[in-house]
């Protein structure tokens, strides 16, 4: 319901809820600032199966992880979304294209801001590198969690400008208030 109305999106679906204080907050944290790779890659199967159960996200060409900006990535030395697709890759057996999509500026960290303020700080923040390789295909846009919708729907209106023949949206939870 997150994206009715907004974002051309053939569905869309997260596998937990996420709230302050939760273990799931504690196990994305470790995973987006504290190195541990291993638990989106494992966060990753678990979403891979999920996925493939549920029947709506067919079919699929391949994962596309919301990207981070570079300078973002190199102060961190992975990109969470990345380490999940690779977790579903590995149950499915879809490519993980990490090189469709780019973060074209830096923006502010998202946590603090309302959904209006997110939106502006990403406003033309995405860009493709080879659209080509997206036209007609079935794709799979994958993150940690969702708050606002506002990352994943500025990345998905780049995307969809390629004309892709499906767009999916898939993340391990979803942020209750």
């Known amino acids: 319901m997150l994206f009715w109305g907004r974002t051309p999106i053939d569905a869309a679906g997260?596998?937990?809820?996420?709230?302050?204080?939760?273990a799931m907050q504690r196990i994305?944290?470790?995973?987006?600032?504290?190195?541990?790779r291993e638990a989106?890659?494992?966060?990753?199967?678990?979403l891979g199966e999920a996925v493939i159960r549920s029947g709506r996200f067919r079919p699929l060409d391949a994962v596309i992880p919301i990207p981070l900006h570079a300078d973002r990535e190199r102060l961190r030395g992975y990109n969470q979304a990345e380490c999940i697709g690779r977790g579903f890759s590995m149950h499915t057996g879809k490519p993980v294209w990490k090189d469709v999509v780019h973060r074209t500026r830096k923006t502010d960290t998202q946590t603090k801001k309302n959904r209006f303020d997110r939106w502006t700080n990403l406003s033309g923040g995405f860009s493709l590198s080879r659209p080509e390789c997206i036209t007609g295909k079935h794709l799979l846009l994958v993150d940690d969690v969702i708050t606002t919708g506002a990352s994943l729907e500025a990345c998905a209106h780049t995307i969809l400008d390629a004309s892709p023949a499906k767009l999916y949206i898939a993340t391990i939870a979803y942020a209750t208030q």
């Open 14 to 22: 997260s596998l937990y809820f996420f709230s302050r204080g939760s």
């Open 40 to 46: 989106g890659i494992s966060l990753g199967r678990s």
């Open 28 to 36: 994305l944290h470790s995973l987006k600032y504290k190195g541990n």
